[in-house]
């Protein structure tokens, strides 16, 4: 499966934005999905991440503030990030683990989100 995000940006602390990783392949339905980020001089940190039947879970330094869905007809995870703050800044990408793994075998390329003070 490849895996394309999009929707990250600029946008000042207390602000929110949507990102979208679309999916190719028939069988997106079956991946459980994850976003994880990246800030500069960081290691990679898991952020959300939802099973096919659309149980989620958040890290805790994003519970309450970011929220992850998906929608199996379109291919498409979605992380709605709402009281961005400057921490939340890093390259966020979307990772897709097969059925039965808990491996995410799968990576898109990233998209920049950068929050302002």
């Known amino acids: 499966v490849q895996l394309q995000a999009s929707g990250g940006g600029l946008v000042q602390a207390g602000g929110s934005l949507r990102l979208s990783c679309a999916a190719s392949?028939?069988?997106?339905?079956?991946?459980?999905m994850g976003w994880f980020r990246q800030a500069p001089g960081k290691e990679r940190e898991f952020v959300a991440r939802?099973?096919?039947?659309?149980?989620?879970y958040h890290a805790d330094s994003t519970k309450g503030r970011f929220t992850i869905s998906r929608d199996n007809a379109k291919n498409t995870v979605y992380l709605q990030m709402n009281s961005l703050k400057p921490e939340d800044t890093a390259v966020y990408y979307c990772?897709?683990?097969?059925?039965?793994?808990?491996?995410?075998?799968?990576w898109g390329q990233g998209t920049q989100v950068t929050v302002s003070s």
């Open positions: 990772a897709a683990a097969p059925l039965g793994s808990e491996v995410y075998t799968y």
């Open positions: 392949g028939r069988t997106f339905s079956s991946y459980v």
């Open positions: 939802i099973s096919r039947s659309g149980y989620t």
